[in-house]
């Protein structure tokens, strides 16, 4: 929030008891990636997210008339609400468990369920917000590889060891059932032969052939163990996989009188093994390495200290949320595959594919230069645009936007590298999609997001560790006598104390005001309540509170505006409502939020009114008790006869339609002057106050 001027003043709110989803919640409610709820302490939906409804196979209408035990398992239900008990009745505020709901389809949907209980002031308990993450596929992975696992474990403890005794001088003298079985031999052939001639071991790194362990048991006299799984080379079109150890055999202190060499077939636990090896790098779906692989790669490449030019790309399929929502999960899945193929094949030998994680990709290439990196990033563009999905006779598209960055290894770590190519990434998302950008530390929209991402984790500390600030500027008659004030929000990081610029654009771009909203606004009610209980809080004066567009847009913030309204009962007539006048305003849920207040008896105003291309539409469809003028019409107003035009086209608006105007910006006296002179009466700007803490600017009796 910026102390007028200049322009856009959007403060922010309540610290969310969501600790445990620092970045899940940071978009708005509805596009959560996974399961949320508002859930009655009886158990009934208040309110679902769309991924909610997707995971459960209900739309919201009908998951709204269901209560959460009739969806859940019956074998897990009792776990469930003695933990619903557990916080009702005590002082917790929290609980976790793994549990299964009752899809519509009658499927087991394996969830994980974060719950915090929001209550009242009184203490009393208001509603639960419940995160769901689908686990089945991870629980499905743990179980096939526990499987594995036991598989391994059993398969080792009865494998049938192959014995084999030589004589001292390394010739076979028998060798048991196991033994000629692995080797393919019968004794015949296989007694009175060189142990080192019959039994060959190789590598299976690179079938480099091994020393026979028997002939340094014989010449040191010690237990002689091969340390790796070794390859039977000579025994037949399959040889197995063994361990092998060598024991002498003594009659007394004189030399060895002979060797047993013990082989174990461990061609089911290499293989297991090898499977595990296999799951923990590559993405269970698409068969491609997994993001761990690929940094695993990278700090190699790192390290080896490879000179050869090397690219990240970073790419992300564009609209596959929409294939995903519209078509469900398994066509999705399926879309996924295809394209994961299809890409592979595009870069053919110059890059191996990763999937780090949903919708995105990644592969590292060599080329020499962008122009050839930007070649091959097109190609993959053209390979997602011809891929064509068609499901139930309806046509669907996707796109790929692609991030680059250069692998620099003098400056560059393998995490620094994948957030220069998400970087890059975003970027080129935001300029429309389908294209590929480069990242480039000079670059001001990578710059833009970068600081974004920093201004996101002082954001979070802010809200943890209340490190938000309220300060003040007054709204004033022509004679600097306050009629209101504004609420400004400052943001204090260790000493340095943050305008509204250095962080809001941030928390707009990153879905994070909804929750700076829910901080301003109860922290407005506790300054208002406080001073109201203790007779402080001047008479006849109000608080105004900004809200941003995407905080009224949002249904969930408005439910929770209005309930917590509800259960503090702040004098209406102490409080107004800003509403920025701005395109961002969408759907229909913030008309009916401004209606809501104003049936409450708050009033609201369109805030930096003029601003916007829709202006007057806006107020014609919105009805409301007063508009603030932009302060960029009124900074020039003595010099400038367009603004001068307009700021009275304005007022009279206002005085046609009986609402209050308040000019913003007023710097000096003779911007104050022609003001006056159109009738206005109610300002706010430099020239009367500048914004201060809560308890300087309400000392003030006049400015």
Sequence with gaps: MTDTPPGKVIPMFTELALRESERRFQQAFDHAPIGFALVAPDGRMLAVN???????EYDRAELLQRDF????????????LAQVRRLLDSNADDYRIEKRYIARSGSIVEAQLDVSLLRGVDGRPIHFLSQIQDITARKQQAKALARAERVAQTTL????????????????????????AMLQADPETLIGQPVASTVVLESLEDGQRLANPVGQALADGTVVRLARFARLANAGVNPPVVTAMASPIRFSDTEPAGAVMVLQDVGELHQATEELIYLASHDALTGLRNRGALEKN???????????PRYLLHMNLDHFRTVNDICGTQIGDRVLEDLATLLQAALGERAQLARLSGDEFAALVAADGEDAVTTLANELIDTVDRYHLIHEDRPYTVGLSVGVAALMPSDCEPSELLVRADAALDVARQAGRHRVH???????????????????????????????????????DAAGQPQGYEAL?????????????????????LGLMPAIDEWVVNAALDLVGSRTAAGHWPARRYLSINLSAGSVS?????????????????????????????????????????????????RVWLDDFGSGY????????LPVDGIKIDGLFTRELCDDPIDSVLVAAIADVGRRLAIEVVAEGVEDAGSLEILTGLGLGSFQGFYFHRGESAASALARPAF
Excluded: W
Excluded at 298 to 308: E, N, S, T, V, W
């Design 489 to 509: 929000l400052r943001l204090r990081d260790g000493r340095e104390m943050l305008p509204p610029g250095a962080f809001l654009p941030a928390a707009k771009h």
């Design 554 to 602: 949002d249904p969930i913030f408005g439910a929770r505006l209005l309930e917590c309204l509800r259960q503090r009962s702040p004098p209406a007539d102490a409080l107004r409502f800003e509403i920025t006048e701005t395109d961002e305003l969408r759907g229909h849920d913030y008309a009916t939020l401004i209606a809501a207040l104003r049936a409450n008896g708050y």
């Design 69 to 80: 035990q009739s969806i859940t398992h019956p074998d897990d239900l009792e776990n469930d």
């Design 438 to 476: 480069f990242y480039s530390g000079d670059d001001p929209a990578i710059r833009f997001n970068l600081d974004a991402r920093d201004a996101a984790q002082r954001i979070h500390r802010a809200l943890e560790q209340d490190g938000f600030e309220l300060h003040l500027q007054a709204i004033v």
């Design 157 to 180: 403890s009865a494998l049938g060891e192959g014995v084999i005794r030589c004589h001292a001088d390394g010739r076979i003298a028998d060798a048991n059932t196991a033994a000629l």
């Design 298 to 308: 990278l700090r190699r490449i790192i390290d080896h200290g490879d000179k050869q």
């Design 614 to 621: 829709n202006t007057f539409e806006l107020l014609k469809r």
């Design 50 to 56: 769309h991924e909610l409804c997707l995971m459960l």
